[in-house]
């Protein structure tokens, strides 16, 4: 069975200072995608960023770097110069499967406050 | 391009009583989702569609709730009877295929309570 895990409710960054966001994660399934996704207090998700299972190097966009290690199945977010408008609840999310027909299961979060 | 589009925006009823949510997805996107998001949670997959067809609903209650995707475009998802652990935040997305990478654009949601 899929699982997602943030264990971090709530973190604390002063502005532009960088942050790191865990995510863990288990699947039985070798073909996998991670995502993070942005939900501010507005309600929408926002996609940030995507690394699948077999690639190389670690995904970046832009400020938001993916630390990849699969062998320890985690999916960290770094964000880099924090700025106050990153305030906002931040999801880590795995879709097993080669396609996007697979089954997509999201973690339960962790509350970013950037402090100015 | 024209975002997901979901309505109503704020429901609120009373128990037992029926609701349906509409959705709208991104012109193209063949892949579409419901999501069901309780305060303080992630969001859950409800159901999960490819064109009309439905590829998951595992986790769609489905004594109670109920969703379709006609021509494979726009869906509703109707809850009936409503139950007091229903209220949540509903969230519809949608995907492009093929492609693991194909990440999810959501609507707006639907905040829907139950009293």
């Known amino acids: 069975a899929q699982k997602i895990t943030q264990t971090q409710p709530g973190m604390f960054v002063q502005e532009k200072e960088a942050v790191t966001l865990d995510c863990t994660y288990d699947?039985?399934?070798?073909?996998?995608?991670l995502f993070w996704y942005k939900q501010p207090s507005s309600g929408e998700m926002i996609f940030l960023i995507y690394?699948?299972?077999?690639?190389?190097q670690n995904a970046t966009e832009g400020r938001y770097s993916l630390n990849f290690q699969k062998a320890r199945k985690s999916a960290n977010l770094v964000i880099s110069a924090s700025q106050l408008g990153d305030s906002a609840m931040y999801f880590c999310?795995?879709?097993?499967?080669?396609?996007?027909?697979?089954?997509?299961?999201f973690g339960d979060g962790t509350t970013l406050t950037v402090k100015p | 391009e024209a975002g997901v589009a979901q309505s109503p925006r704020y429901k609120i009823i009373e128990k037992r009583q029926s609701v349906a949510f509409w959705c709208n997805p991104i012109s193209g996107h063949a892949t579409l989702y419901w999501y069901q998001q309780i305060l303080g949670q992630g969001p859950k997959l409800l159901i999960q569609f490819q064109n009309n067809g439905v590829v998951d609903d595992s986790q769609l209650p489905k004594d109670r709730f109920s969703a379709e995707r006609l021509k494979g475009v726009d869906s509703t998802l109707k809850i009936q009877p409503a139950k007091l652990e229903d209220s949540a935040v509903y969230l519809c997305a949608s995907s492009l295929e093929p492609g693991q990478g194909s990440w999810s654009t959501f609507g707006s949601g639907t905040r829907l309570t139950v009293v």
């Open positions: 690394q699948g299972s077999y690639d190389q």
């Open positions: 699947t039985s399934d070798p073909s996998y995608g």
């Open positions: 999310a795995m879709r097993e499967g080669v396609t996007n027909a697979g089954k997509s299961t």
